[in-house]
């Protein structure tokens, strides 16, 4: 199937816009999506149109439009991702025997959007649309460590953006970004009780084509009941499933 290229150009502007942490300059967008400066601009203006785009006149800047928000919220009323997830996520539950979740970051938190629990186990912090620190959790770490460094940095600006629950977990840019150097080496992220005592977490990413994280795969366990070996068992389900739900949606699987 061939592909079209304003469309693609189209596409490649909102998907830009949609990552940033506030409205850019034409002249960032350009040279970060790789366009011409005209094109950009005459693609700009027809999103301006459309109000998939908005223009800061003051600002010399462009940002997501109410058109945008609106895509958006259709996607959330019909939930087709949580759709895709579903099925897998329960067959997670059933080769590990723990309960097992899907987040997706938002800002600096992560937002549960499915729980699949395991027959027996006590319920978790982790219910659907409870939100929570993306530093301190298994899932927002696999996230996170996926994501450029400058999104980091700006996602977490100064030390009061590093919010505790149980005292530990990072408190500085620096000391996250080692947690998240040690993320991307492993291929997996953890969290040892930094979100409700005595429980672990392991996670992994969710990929879109661009290798960009849409979501984070977990799986949270009694930590007294699951050994070392035991957790790389869990571990290596959880980025099967991942990337499972990464092919899915038409993404890159992690390597």
Do not use: W
């Amino acid at each position: 199937m061939s592909i079209v290229p304003a469309a693609a150009q189209v596409l490649a502007v909102l998907r830009y816009l949609a990552r940033q942490a506030g409205p850019v300059q034409a002249a960032a967008i350009s040279r970060d999506v790789g366009l011409p400066r005209s094109t950009t601009y005459h693609l700009l203006d027809t999103l301006v149109r459309e109000g998939f785009v908005v223009h800061l006149a003051e600002e010399r800047r462009y940002g997501l439009g109410v058109s945008a928000f609106e895509l958006g919220s259709g996607y959330s009323r019909q939930a087709p991702f949580q759709r895709l997830a579903r099925v897998p996520l329960a067959a997670l539950v059933d080769r590990t025997g723990h309960s097992a979740h899907l987040a997706v970051l938002h800002g600096r938190e992560v937002i549960y959007v499915i729980e699949e629990r395991a027959p027996g186990r006590a319920p978790l912090v982790t219910e659907v649309g409870v939100r929570l620190p993306a530093h301190l959790t298994a899932s927002g770490r696999a996230m996170l460590a996926r994501l450029a460094q400058a999104q980091v940095r700006a996602l977490f600006p100064d030390p009061s953006a590093f919010v505790m629950r149980n005292e530990s977990g990072p408190r500085s840019l620096s000391a996250l970004r080692t947690l998240l150097v040690e993320v991307r080496r492993r291929g997996y992220a953890t969290e040892e009780g930094e979100v409700t005592r005595g429980f672990s977490s392991v996670a992994a990413p969710v990929l879109d084509h661009t290798a960009h994280p849409i979501a984070g795969v977990a799986v949270t366990f009694p930590a007294d009941e699951v050994d070392a070996e035991q957790r790389e068992r869990i571990a290596e389900q959880v980025a099967r499933t991942a990337g499972e739900l990464s092919r899915r949606v038409g993404g890159v699987p992690l390597l």
